[in-house]
C-alpha cells in the first residue's frame, strides 16, 4: 500500500534555529513529491520535486529528493516565527493520485 | 488569496441529509481536486477532473460524487452524511494535471450533527 511517513511529528525550535524535516515514501508509479505549508488556512505551495539529487531553494527553504533511499528533506534556515505552521508532504504517481503524510506541526519560539 | 473560490464557507447539516459544495477554480486552470481534511486522517485525495473529464481517483466514498462542468467550476456532492464526514472539504486547481503547483481554496467546513 502506498504511504507517506513524516517525522518528526512536532517541532520546537527557537528562532534563528535551523530545521530539518523529513518525508519517506513508499509509491507504486512514483511522478513527482511535493511540499505544501499550512498556517490556519489553505495549504500553499512550496516544491514540487521530480529528480533526484537537485536542490530545490525559495529565500531561506531548501528541498531535496533521493529517489534511491525513497525520501526527502525539507530545511528551513534562520527561522522565523512565521515559519510556524503544518508543513506537509505528499507524493502523486503517474495515475494521479496524491498521497498526503500526516504532516510536521513546526513551532518556532521567538 | 489564491483565486480558487468555494462556497459556502461554513455548513451545518444533520446525518442522512445531502450537501453539494461549490467550486471555481483560477482562471485558466483546467484540473480540479477536491481534498478532506480531517484531525485523525489528514488530508486526503478524493478525485481530480480535468477538463471536465475524471482524471484519477483517490479515497472517495461511493455516497460522495462530484462533477466539473463546462465552465470548469466544480462540484462534490455528499450524501447520506454521516458523523464521520465532518470535516474540512478543500478544493484545488492547477493549470494541467501531473503534479504541477495546485492553488488550494480556502476550503468549506462542514459539520454533520
Known amino acids: 500500500e502506498d504511504k507517506v511517513v513524516q517525522s518528526p511529528l512536532s517541532l520546537v525550535v527557537h528562532e534563528g534555529d535551523t530545521v530539518t524535516l523529513n518525508c519517506s515514501y513508499e509509491?507504486?508509479?512514483?511522478?513527482?513529491l511535493l511540499w505544501y505549508k499550512q498556517e490556519k488556512k489553505a495549504p500553499t505551495f512550496l516544491f514540487m520535486l521530480?529528480?533526484?539529487?537537485i536542490e530545490k531553494k525559495s529565500g531561506r527553504l531548501s528541498s531535496i529528493l533521493d529517489k534511491k533511499e525513497l525520501f526527502s528533506i525539507l530545511n528551513i534556515t534562520a527561522t522565523q516565527t512565521g515559519d510556524s505552521a503544518v508543513y506537509l508532504c505528499a507524493n502523486m504517481n503517474r495515475d494521479d493520485k496524491i498521497i498526503f503524510g500526516k504532516g510536521t506541526r513546526l513551532h518556532i519560539l521567538p | 488569496d489564491s483565486g480558487v473560490t468555494q462556497t459556502p464557507k461554513h455548513l451545518i447539516t444533520a446525518t442522512g441529509q445531502r450537501v453539494t459544495l461549490r467550486c471555481s477554480p483560477r482562471s485558466g486552470d483546467l484540473s480540479v481536486y477536491w481534498y478532506q481534511q480531517s484531525l485523525d486522517q489528514g488530508l486526503q485525495f478524493l478525485i481530480q477532473?480535468?477538463?471536465?473529464?475524471?482524471?484519477a481517483k483517490g479515497n472517495i466514498l461511493e455516497r460522495f460524487s462530484a462533477q466539473q462542468f463546462p465552465d470548469l467550476h466544480s462540484e462534490l456532492n455528499l450524501s447520506s452524511l454521516e458523523l464521520g464526514d465532518s470535516a474540512l472539504y478543500f478544493c484545488a486547481s492547477s493549470v494541467v494535471p501531473g503534479g504541477y503547483e495546485q492553488y488550494f481554496g480556502p476550503g468549506t467546513r462542514l459539520t454533520v450533527t
Open positions: 477532473y480535468y477538463n471536465g473529464e475524471e482524471r
Open positions: 521530480t529528480s533526484s539529487g
Open positions: 509509491v507504486t508509479n512514483f511522478r513527482s
